[in-house]
Every structure is written in C-alpha cells, then in structure tokens.
C-alpha cells in the first residue's frame, strides 16, 4: 500500500489486535485520525532534524497521508544548495540540494504545493503519476493541481503540466496509477480508471482500467486482495463474464509492472494490434 494505509483496511487485512499493538511498538505511526504510515516517517522527521533540513519529496508525500507507489528506501531531506555536509553526517539519508522559501515549508515538511512538484520532477513518470494522483484523492483539487502545475518553471516543467492533465481521484491505487502510466503511452489505447460495467441489468463490476472503444480491461492484480476463496471465487466469475461480454482481460502482476515494464507495455501494444485489425477485418 505505499507506506500507508486506513486503519480499517490494516484491520481487514490483519486484525485489530495486531493493529493496536503495532501502534503501541511504533510499528504504526499516526498521520491522523484513522491514517497510518510506518516507522519511516519518524525517521525522516529525526534526520530533517539532525540535518538542519525539510522533510521533502517521497517522504513528504508519505507524512501528507498520500500512497506512493513504493516507499522512499531512505528518509529525503532537502538542505540548501550552499550547504556542505561533514563525511558520514548524512549516512542513511537521501539528501538532496536545493533552494526552499518559506512558503514552501510548514512544520519542516515542503507543503502539499512544493512536495508535488518535488516528486514530479524527480520521480519517474509513473511513480510521480501515483503520487498525483493519490493527492487528488486525498482531497487536492484539481485547481489547487493546476495552480501547482502553471508554478512549475525550468526543467520537468512539461512533465508537471502532464501530470496536472492526468492525475485523477479516481484511481484506486498507486499501483494502478503506474499500469495507466504505461498505458498513456501506447499509441491507440485510452484507458479509464474505475468505469463501471454492465450486461444488460448483471453489474459486471469496476475494472481498474478500460478502453471502451477497444473493450479491452486491464487490471492491476494484487495477491493481497484474493486473500480468501470469496474473493477468489467473485473475481473468476467477473472474470469469465467479462470474456463472455467480449472484453479483452489483461491481467498484470506488481512484479510485472514495478520491474518488467516493457513486457507490460509490449503486451497492450499487441493487444491494440489485435482489436484495431479485428476492426478493419469487420
């Protein structure tokens, strides 16, 4: 889940038991009202500190409640561009340089503002995709996003202003955020997260990406969530329906999209290829 997590989905996914006494060992480190995140966040609050520094970029997001598509290895802290560091004081910190005013920090963390456009910049496309996209769903609108975006000057400027076009509230999950990613970049597929789909009056349920026009599915799959036969059991059964109704199913694994994504993208190409000659031969 990206370093956070709802208390309600941590209790589904384990127990409140388990829950609670994380909490009580700092395993769990409150963010807000029924918001976690784990320990890494006190540890970049500790480095920002020892640094002289911000909290900034991927630990920032974390700290903001937002998902990120994988937690930042080490605590990123921003010091200013002229400071120099004695050998060894920064171990264990991804530091990083650069010149912050005082609109940028609140409570040593970069705002919402300057944390998005820290992560678009430095980020890979779809990695900084996610991050957009999971504050627009914790509440950023989507004019506070463009304000963020029209700010954006110098390099990766472009690449803010196409993160402001893309990023939605109505991605489920950072790692569907990245599987769109990839999908923007296929000539001829334009994908829609969370569409709704039906056969007649039977709800055929939400797939995390679709194409209308192609009718090809792709979803982002996830062991955690087929945990029990229930679950196993409903997503088969959409599944088949989904085939029966004529819609292509791409599956894909978080390994698959984290660490092979040519194979990802080289399979949508072929499956546009196989729906638009479908199309001409019709």
């Known amino acids: 889940m990206g370093g956070v ?3 309600a989905r941590l ?3 384990c127990s409140r038991g388990e829950v609670d006494r994380a909490l009580a060992t700092g395993g769990l480190v409150v963010l807000g009202h029924g918001r976690y995140a784990g320990p890494e966040v006190d540890a970049a609050r500790a480095a920002a500190h020892r640094l002289t520094g911000v909290v900034s970029h991927l630990s920032a997001a974390v700290l903001h409640g937002w998902e990120v598509a994988r937690p930042p290895a080490q605590p990123v802290v921003t010091v200013p ?3 120099k560091l004695k050998a060894g004081r920064a171990a264990g910190v991804d530091v990083r340089w650069g010149e912050l005013t005082v609109d940028d920090v609140r409570d040593g963390v970069t705002t919402p503002a300057r944390t998005l456009l820290d992560c678009g910049r430095a980020l890979p496309w779809g990695e900084a995709l996610a991050v ?12 506070e996003l463009a304000r963020v975006a029209a700010s954006a000057r110098g390099p990766g400027s472009r690449g803010i202003r196409r993160l402001c076009r893309s990023a939605t509230a109505s991605a489920a999950n950072p790692f569907e955020s990245v599987v769109r990613s990839i999908a923007d970049d296929v000539p001829g597929l334009r994908v829609r997260p969370q569409v709704p789909l039906w056969a007649g009056a039977e709800f055929l349920g939400r797939p995390d990406l ?10 982002a799959e996830s062991f955690t969530w087929h945990g029990d036969r229930a679950a196993f059991d409903h997503d088969v059964r959409r599944y088949t329906m989904l085939v029966v109704e004529d819609w292509m199913v791409l599956r894909f694994t978080w390994h698959e999209v984290m660490h092979d994504p040519t194979y990802v993208r080289r ?6 290829a196989r729906r638009e000659q479908r199309t001409r031969s019709a």
């Open 5 to 7: 997590a709802t208390r």
């Open 11 to 13: 209790v589904a996914m």
């Open 210 to 219: 679709v194409d209308d026009d192609l009718r090809i599915v792709v979803e």
């Open 267 to 272: 399979v949508l190409q072929a499956a546009v």
């Open 81 to 83: 561009r002229k400071r």
């Open 132 to 143: 957009w996209d999971s504050a627009a769903r914790a509440g950023v609108s989507g004019q």
